[in-house]
């Protein structure tokens, strides 16, 4: 097959195309013809001071990059696509911190020490404060008159009350930490005026809550998951900095996806509308991972080679970066009998949308599937008749599938 004719500067990264849709066909025809496809990218556009990236599309070669860290490194130039042209190399350079942008060995001694924070049993100890959130949550969507925006007013709040519940912040810090944590990803669109200069500021101020937090701790623990990471830090547990960074990529991961996912599935149910009445008689328990497959609220993330290799009958050469397109691997129909409908009963469901496997797969995924199988029982038993009122407004950003507004009414 031919290979396909992609527009001139077609690029999957480019943030304006991402706020319009999720290039889907463009993917369909890469998988079929050119799986692994060199993607340009001129002037510096991504931040990198390189030429491009290579397209990674069909699921079984975005799980063999996933699982081969010593080949593709998510240390090198971090697991973020794109920045912009203008962020300075040590900008960069300074997210290897975080756990994301980690490679083997030093990857598996924070991952090792953080995932005690994930346990079932942690997990469990969380969920019925969860549920009654969930409850007070939807409960406040009801009495509102009239259409509402889902997103700030059903979506939100789950996971950032998760995640503050997971390390213990106080309930009167947690306004604040939220503000930084929406400020940290909102710069890509202009529709929010927060510069690059805000989301650094944001990121820092979290750091610093963060290092502080474990600071106390470690003078006097608690019974609380950030003792439990920090305490005693020659016995293996984490210093200060790292916990500042552990915090902030939960901060974005856990918070930004989780959110994204529940919206994009209600989207999807109102949509779909035979499939919300299937939902609220029989509440399927494969419904969050095909709405997360549905969704796949990261687009995409990066490698980066530290060898000459071969992938997609393609040679990459070291130091080349690796685009992994999640949403392309979610609807290959290889692995997906009828990927392109949303279907709750989908047994299985291998979807890549926690990650491709390997070091890198998602700590929170317990975390995440209880949030999304709490928020839409409680929608469900709350306001069955929920309706689609206009079309969602999407975020500009050049690797999340976000949206910004869902205009909906319980009426």
């Known amino acids: 097959m031919p290979c396909p004719a992609l527009p001139d500067g077609f690029d999957f990264t480019d943030p304006d195309l991402l706020q319009h849709r999720v290039p889907l066909p463009e993917f369909a025809e890469l998988r079929l013809a050119e ?14 001071q390189d030429e491009g990236y290579w397209a990674v599309t069909r699921h079984a070669d975005v799980k063999y990059v996933s ?5 593709f490194s998510s240390y090198l130039n971090t697991a973020i696509i794109r920045f912009n042209e203008h962020i300075p190399r040590e900008s960069i350079d300074a997210q290897r911190f975080i756990l994301l942008n980690m490679d083997p060995p030093e990857h ?31 409960q406040a969507a009801v009495e509102q008159s009239g259409p509402f925006d889902f997103v700030t007013s059903v979506a939100c709040e789950l996971p950032l009350q998760a995640i503050a519940e997971l ?36 990121a820092a101020e979290v750091l610093s809550y963060a290092m502080n937090m474990a600071a106390e701790r470690k003078q006097c623990p608690a019974h609380d998951i950030v003792s439990t990471l920090v305490a005693a830090e020659d016995e293996g547990n984490l210093n200060s900095d790292e916990f500042g960074f552990f915090v902030l990529m939960l901060a974005v991961a856990g918070n930004e996806t989780t959110r994204n996912a529940i919206t994009h599935g209600m989207h999807a149910f109102l949509t779909h509308p035979e499939q919300w009445e ?57 692995v997906f009998e009828r990927p392109d409908e949303f279907d709750v009963t989908r047994d299985p469901n291998p979807h890549l949308g926690f990650g491709g496997g390997g070091p890198h ?15 839409f029982n409680a929608i469900a038993d709350a306001m069955p008749g929920l309706r689609l ?9 050049a690797w999340i599938n976000g949206v910004k507004e869902l205009k909906v009414s319980a009426e």
């Open 35 to 48: 799986p692994v496809r060199w993607i340009p990218q001129p002037g510096n556009v991504a931040g990198f």
């Open 389 to 397: 009122v206009e079309d969602p407004r999407r975020l500009r950003s």
């Open 278 to 334: 299937l939902f609220k008689r029989e509440r399927p328990s494969t419904t969050a991972e095909e709405i997360v497959r549905w969704a796949t609220p990261v687009v995409s993330f990066q490698r980066t080679t530290t060898q000459d290799t071969e992938l997609g009958g393609k040679l990459i050469r070291k130091g080349d970066r690796v685009g992994l397109f999640y949403a392309s691997a979610n609807h290959d129909p290889e």
């Open 108 to 138: 598996t001694r924070v991952r090792q020490i953080v995932q005690r924070g994930f346990t079932p049993r942690a997990i469990r100890g969380l969920e019925e404060r969860l549920r009654a959130r969930a409850t007070a949550i939807v």
């Open 67 to 71: 699982t081969h860290p010593e080949i």
């Open 167 to 202: 390390i213990g912040i106080p309930q009167d810090d947690r306004a604040k930490v939220f503000e930084w944590s929406n400020k940290m990803i909102a710069y890509d669109d202009p529709e929010y005026a927060i510069t690059e200069e805000v989301g650094a500021q944001s």
């Open 361 to 375: 797969f998602c700590l929170g995924k317990s975390l995440a599937v209880l949030e999304i199988n709490l928020i």
